[in-house]
């Protein structure tokens, strides 16, 4: 087998394929004396002055506590009851009623329904649920 001097250093090859120099010359790194820091420039009067964008400024308005009232024409009846319908509700209900479901239904009896209700409201994770559900006994 052909040394390629990749063990010597490590065995690691760069994305050349060439084994990176490690060596240490113990020589003094070059380095730039620190500097002052350079004067501030000096205004010069003859040049025209900086254009600033304006700063965005609030104008403070007083809160309107008045009612905004308008008339509205007394033939147009407005807020006039037009009629009534049942909600959602009343309309699933009535369902029920004429079907003779009892009101836990889909649930097979009220004991299951206080169950599922006790599941979903104790705070119980969805994986500790989970894992109740998956039990023998229920």
Known sequence: MAETGADDVGGELDG????????DSDEDMAVDPPRPPSPAPVPDDSSPPSQKRP???????????????????????AGKRR???????????????????????PF?????????????TSGLSQKKTDEYLKLNVV
């Open 16 to 23: 050349y394929g060439e084994v990176p120099s490690y060596t």
């Open 55 to 77: 700063r965005p400024t609030v104008e403070e308005i007083e809160d309107e506590d008045a009612r905004w009232v308008q008339d509205f024409p007394a033939e147009m009846e």
């Open 83 to 105: 009629g009534t319908c049942d909600t959602f509700f009343e309309r699933l209900r009535a369902q029920q009623m004429d079907a003779n479901t009892p009101p836990w239904h």
């Open 108 to 120: 097979q009896s009220e004991g299951e329904w206080d169950l599922a209700q006790w599941l979903m």
